[in-house]
Structures are given as C-alpha cells and as structure tokens.
Nanobody, 113 residues
Framework: QLQASGGGLVQPGGSLRLSCAASGYIFSINARAWYRQAPGKQRELVAS???????YYAASVKGRFTISRDITKNAVFMQVNSLKPEDTAVYYCNVQTMTANYWGQGTQVTVSS
C-alpha cells in the first residue's frame, strides 16, 4: 500500500529526494517515518514526523536530512543532503496508525565515488 521511490547511486556530498505515497487512503495516522537498513545491520529509525508536525531525526542525519509530508496526497518525503558512504542502505517508509503499522517496499540509496 506504500510505494517508496527516489533512491539511487550518488557520490559523497550528493543529494536525493525520497518519496513515499500510499495507494489508498490510510485513516487515523499518528506518524510517518523513514527507516533504513544497511547490509548486516538492524533497521534503524532515521526520521519521523507526527500528525501535528513534530519531527525527530537520528543524530547521524540531523542537519542533513529533512522529513516532510503532504497530508492531502497521503505522502511523506525526505530530502537527503550531504550524503556519506555510511548512509548507504535500503530506505523504508513507514506509516503508523492507531491500530496498524504500514511499510513500503524500500528504495536503495548507495553513496559511493
């Protein structure tokens, strides 16, 4: 139900804009978030935004990544700037409601020269 896009291969210092759209309407959303999972590592929370607009960023991305959402389009975005090789991972979008947790299929971000 969630479709993520925008990943790709980028050089260190580059930027990408990740997008995630829902194919159907999701009711009672509490928060939207982006997670990532690097090879051999656990999935980690990168950034989140509540329905009220409050944001959270992992320390490793603060100041470089910006999460935003378009409520009318049921979409969540993340602008990722100043990318580093350690940002290489599959990025997953996530939507949390009162009763469910939705995941997108993931989009690969590779940072390499």
């Amino acid at each position: 139900q969630l479709q993520a896009s925008g990943g790709g291969l980028v050089q260190p210092g580059g930027s990408l804009r990740l997008s995630c759209a829902a194919s159907g309407y999701i009711f009672s959303i509490n928060a939207r978030a982006w997670y990532r999972q690097a090879p051999g590592k656990q999935r980690e929370l990168v950034a989140s935004i509540t329905n009220g607009g409050s944001t959270y960023y992992a320390a490793s991305v603060k100041g470089r990544f910006t999460i935003s959402r378009d409520i009318t389009k049921n979409a969540v975005f993340m602008q990722v700037n100043s990318l580093k090789p350690e940002d290489t991972a599959v990025y997953y979008c996530n939507v949390q409601t009162m009763t469910a947790n939705y995941w997108g299929q993931g989009t690969q971000v590779t940072v390499s020269s």
